[in-house]
DNA sequence: TCTGGGGTCCTAGGACCC
DNA sequence: TCTGGGGTCCTAGGACCC
């Protein structure tokens, strides 16, 4: 029998950084073992062991390291050349299955999976399982449902059965009530703190809850967003599949510095950085902005002279060439720089971003010149892509950066760097 | 000592237009 | 004294996601 509806599988990779870094390190396989954030900040990722310890998702490092070192949990800094990398070969391999996917984010996709039979989306969803499994190295649990926010529950359902076979498909589900009603509303795909608070005071409590409660009331405090969750929930599907992601609106690059800035040539050096990479990723996702922002500020976790601000600017015409960018961005961070802080953070923002192709230039436009910062902008782009990045790079970015990321425990590029390239030693008995 | 980074969508309100 | 009606565009702020 055919299905009429549609029918959502989200693949979600457990515990997704930790399981990048077992892959290449088997003393980490039955080892607890945490992923860090940059600068080697907060807990990003956990194994399940660590999970169970009690350990929150975003805590401060400094917080929990005497727990860490009681239970001997091996601590990591992260490695996004290696998960990006991870994160492409499983989206790849579930590409075998269907071509209706949606990468929804690092570690999870969304699969149209219609036009099985009824008693087949089991059976599919744990070959997708054991495929992944096989070919990555990567475990995943997937949730089967209606919806993409059943999807999402039938997932989280999967993940904390004990059996662990990871695959949970709750299509028709003859007690979908009593599923809903384990869900804490706070664990719904789309309710926030905020929001959860606000439930929770006027008695809506779990999944079951809101999946029962006045559309009009939940479009009334909680706007269209709500409202879609509740009809979700009630198995009538109204957000599909995103296949073809739009390009973006906004290209942001910040981070905060392994130690306080101070001095303007600093902070000139580290918006330099950011602002480059902001014009690359501009330039890859085929788009040109029209608006630079920068923005710094101090730590607000520590005592002393606080004070952020920001700037921004609109471009004479649109643009995505490093050199015009970073010009723009630095003298925005030289009027927003205060001297006699601690800065702790900076960031530039390109927005208003259209596409690269009609750039709309000005009466004013010297062709010439545009030209020429196009070519050498794309010879640096091929150099870095060949030779790594920054191999190529302006000069006012700054040559040590003392103040840059702190990863003090980074695992190597398993499969992104040649140099780092796993090295299997065989010892041959006769 | 030590507290991440990069996005999206929706709404209200102001500016502006005819 | 009396001060329209209808629309668009933009921005800031608030909520959310991983």
């Known amino acids: 029998m055919k ?43 956990r194994s399940q062991e660590v999970k169970k310890l009690g350990i929150a998702m975003g ?61 087949n989306y089991q059976k ?31 997932n989280r359902v999967a993940k904390m059965r004990e059996d662990q076979r990871g695959v949970m498909n709750i299509v028709q589900h003859p007690d979908m009530d009593g599923i809903l009603e384990t869900v804490e509303i706070g664990k719904v795909w789309g309710v926030g703190r905020r929001y959860a608070r606000m439930l929770k005071k006027n008695g809506i409590a779990n999944a079951r809850q809101l999946k029962y409660a006045d559309r009009k009331w939940i479009a009334e405090k909680m706007t269209v967003v709500g409202e ?8 009538k599907s109204v957000i599909d599949l995103e296949q073809t992601p739009p390009p973006k609106k906004a290209i942001c690059t910040s981070k905060s510095f392994g130690r306080p800035i101070e001095k303007k040539d600093e902070m000139h050096a580290a918006v330099t950085e950011y602002a480059t990479r902001c014009a690359e990723k501009v330039r890859k996702q ?17 005592k002393g002279p606080q004070y952020a601000n920001y700037k921004q600017i609109r471009l004479p015409a649109p643009c995505n060439n490093t050199r015009e960018i970073t010009e ?40 010439v010149v545009l030209e020429k910062r196009k070519k050498i902008t794309q010879v640096m782009d091929r150099i870095n892509s060949l030779r790594g990045r ?24 398993y ?16």
Not at 124 to 142: D, N
Not at 288 to 302: D, I, L, R
């Open 3 to 45: 299905q009429e509806f549609p029918i959502f599988a989200l693949v979600d990779c457990n515990n997704f950084y930790v399981s990048c870094e077992r892959v290449f390190n088997p003393f980490l396989t039955r080892r607890p073992a945490v992923v860090l954030s940059n600068n080697d900040g907060c807990i990003v990722a």
């Open 59 to 119: 805590t401060p490092l400094f917080k929990c390291a005497d727990l860490i070192k009681k239970q001997g949990i091996a601590v990591l800094s992260s490695n996004y050349a290696l998960y990006g990398d991870m994160s492409r070969r499983v989206m790849q391999t579930l590409e075998q299955f269907t071509d209706r996917i949606e990468i929804y984010s690092i570690d999870e996709a969304f699969l149209r999976l219609d036009n099985l039979s009824l008693d």
């Open 124 to 154: 599919y969803a744990e070959k997708i399982q054991r495929t992944v499994l096989q070919w990555t190295g990567i475990p995943v649990s997937i949730g089967v449902a209606e919806t993409k926010t059943l999807a999402k529950v039938a």
């Open 228 to 235: 879609r969750l509740l009809l979700e929930l009630r198995g």
């Open 286 to 302: 085929g788009s040109a902005a029209s608006v630079v922002m920068v923005f710094m500020t101090t730590n607000p976790f520590k």
């Open 328 to 367: 723009t961005a630095c003298s925005l961070g030289d009027q927003i720089f205060k001297p006699g802080y601690k800065y702790k953070k900076a960031g530039v923002l390109l927005t208003q971003l259209v596409s690269a192709d009609h750039i709309q230039q000005n009466l004013f436009t010297d062709q």
């Open 390 to 413: 920054d191999k190529i790079r302006l000069a006012a970015a700054g040559f040590t950066n003392p103040w840059s990321m702190k990863r003090e425990m980074k695992s190597p590029e």
């Open 415 to 430: 499969t992104t760097c040649w140099a780092e390239i796993p090295v299997v030693n065989c010892r041959v008995s006769r």
